[in-house]
């Protein structure tokens, strides 16, 4: 038996020496890649949408010195610059997303992008810090691929990358998507980490014909966003569609995968961000009744909405009420939020919390990110070794009764400037924690503090003014009552 075992350990041995051997020309060929410094990456198009041009975000000034926001950007983006010629003492980071970095309702002066960029001066004063906001109003993932695509150019030490409210905001089709098996898709990706199949790629594969062939059948979307709240009765282009929201869900999935891909292959860290939505403060922005409702059913519940129709004479009746309409109308979202709220009423946390999240998930109009895609976030994080902060967590545990709401946000999605002082203070531990923050002043705190009052005290009234003028546009925005006409195509 022991002549039998030795003679078995013996053949898987050389089993493993033959196909090491065999592997050994792609092994060197591999190593080779990497000491020659050759760097092309894969394909990066976009199977889904291409857009009608594509302009750089930031252009030289006049006098060369620095780069800034370009004035046609504007008012989606704010102004913003950084010097042309890095310091060699300097760490750049750039800050990618949407309204949510730029600080709305306010501005980049009380945006998380400026809070980290005090903590970090603050914590290591010796090292000239320049955080960048590339906020965009209304920037979806997608259109986050030619910034980032942009800025891996301009000497980047940190991208940061906060997305995932924006993605249903833009009318787009994906009819004549043919994926590849998922397999396929797998398969792919993980081959994609090898510069020898990246270099195979680039010889075999023609390029300009899969460019050709994926325009002829993707979306095209105009160079600015045309959010469809932007425009009259922009409300009524949401309908329930599930092969639609399965497929903007996946096309999320696709644009953070070929950003962390892009910021690998500059050797540039990307840090995800995983967001925070208001759950118990932002009832659904439309809800629909299932097709099978009885009309008489949609009646009763479109009248709870009118003043004074409720006849409750407690939390309790409503809640049972309520429970009794959504057996008979489970997918209406209005329903689940005022459950939810009976819920709250009742210290009932955990179940008004499933409530909250479910009457998020089935608002016909998704505002906020949904929840497979705080999967994706993770998943993705957590499957390309990605840094992630999760704001969502974090600001679970800071809210009252475990529940985001209005005393951390300001409406659906946005933070107070309080609250992005906590998100700049996650990421400012985060990049301790990997090494990419050296804290020397050992008082900072203190002096962040100092710097935080200072910022603040700097912006006048107006600034503050203007903040909550344009919050009240933005509820009127997210409610549908837009004036725009919207231009013929």
Known sequence: MKNTGKRNLR???????????????????????????????DEILDPYVGFSTVRPLFVRSDDSQEYKIAETRYPLFQPESFPAKKLDNGFRIFCLGGSTVQGRPYSIETSFSRWLEINLRAANPECDWEVINCGGVSYASYRLVPILQEVLSYQPDLIILYAGHNEFLEDRTYESIKQRPAFVNATHERLSYFKSYRFLRSLFVDRDSVAAQASASRSTLPVDVEAELDFQGGLDFYRRDE???????????????????????ADVPMMLVNPVSNLSGTAPFKSEHGAEVPIDVCQQI????????????????????????????????????????????????????????????????????????????????????????????????????????????????????????????????????????????????????????????????????????????????????????????
């Open 11 to 41: 053949y898987i041995v050389i089993r493993l020496l033959a196909i090491a051997i065999g592997l050994s020309p792609f092994l060197f060929f591999e190593i080779g890649l990497h000491l020659s410094g050759w760097n092309e990456t």
């Open 243 to 265: 092969a639609w929201r399965d497929d903007v869900i996946s096309h999320f999935e696709f644009n953070l995968q070929q950003m962390a891909k892009l910021a690998r292959s």
């Open 302 to 489: 479109d009248a709870l909405g009118n003043p004074g129709a409720s006849s409750f004479q407690s939390v309790e009746q409503e809640a049972s009420c309520l429970k009794e309409w959504l057996a008979l109308d489970p997918d209406y979202a209005a329903l689940h939020f005022r459950l939810g709220q009976c819920q709250v009423a009742q210290n009932q946390l955990e179940a008004a919390h499933q409530s909250f999240v479910r009457a998020k998930e089935l608002d016909v109009c998704p505002l906020r990110i949904l929840e497979p895609m705080h999967e994706i976030i993770l998943r993705t994080s957590g499957r390309l070794d990605l840094p992630l902060v999760d704001v969502k967590a974090v600001f679970e545990q800071a809210s009252e009764h475990g529940i985001p709401g209005d005393d951390l946000l300001v409406d659906h999605v946005h933070p107070s400037i309080g609250s992005h002082q906590m998100i700049a203070e996650l990421l400012t531990a985060r990049m301790q924690e990997l090494g990419l923050l050296q804290i020397t002043n050992q008082d900072w705190a203190q002096q962040r503090q100092k710097d935080y009052l200072s910022q603040l005290e700097s912006l006048d009234f107006m600034y503050f003014q203007r903040g909550e003028d344009r919050l009240r546009g933005l509820q009127r925005w997210a409610r549908g009552e837009a004036q725009t006409r919207r231009p013929e195509k």
